[in-house]
């Protein structure tokens, strides 16, 4: 198959993907069921709120499982800042500052969350922060397919925190 029609085939798997397929294929990987997942989440209200969540992390996923690393950091950092903040307005806990920083020290500080997933969350973000071009300095400092997939799994062992 030529590299073209390789990539079209890819392009068009991605595309046939509907949601339920992706959260199969989530639970079968991460051991997390959408339904297990909203139970988790379930200081988020809103049901648009929830099923933007629902949708990014379907998007992050697909994105990840086939190669396309940044935007998946990306989208998942974004899941994962937004739910310390939904969990933050649930505690009715106001952070200093409005910065992915902020959120996760405000958790950190009140001991909302155990260490090790303040460390993760912290880590993601440094991830997250790589993807501004100026700090893409080499394909050293690009980020894989690894980190993406990562980054997804860390939005399921955050919320298995809360």
Excluded at 129 to 139: A, C, L, T, W, Y
Aim: aromatic share 10%; hydrophobic share 40%; charged share 25%.
């Amino acid at each position: 198959m030529a590299i073209n029609e390789l990539e079209n085939a890819e392009e068009e798997e991605v595309k046939n993907m509907d949601n339920s397929y992706s959260w199969v294929t989530i639970a079968e990987e991460f051991g997390i069921t959408k339904k297990k997942f909203g139970r988790k989440i379930n200081f988020v209200k809103g049901d648009f709120l929830r099923s933007i969540i629902f949708r990014d992390i379907e998007h992050a996923y697909v994105l990840a499982k086939n190669g396309f690393s940044k935007p998946s950091v990306i989208l998942s950092c974004s899941i994962i800042e937004e739910l310390l903040i939904q969990y933050l307005l649930q505690k009715k806990i106001k952070p200093s500052n409005n910065t992915f920083d902020e959120y996760i020290k405000t958790c950190q500080n009140n001991g909302l969350l155990k260490k090790a997933i303040h460390s993760l969350s912290d880590s993601i973000r440094h991830f997250r922060n790589i993807v501004h071009i100026e700090n893409e300095k080499s394909k050293k400092h690009s980020i894989s397919k690894a980190t993406a997939i990562g980054a997804v799994s860390s939005i399921f062992t955050i919320a298995n925190d809360f």
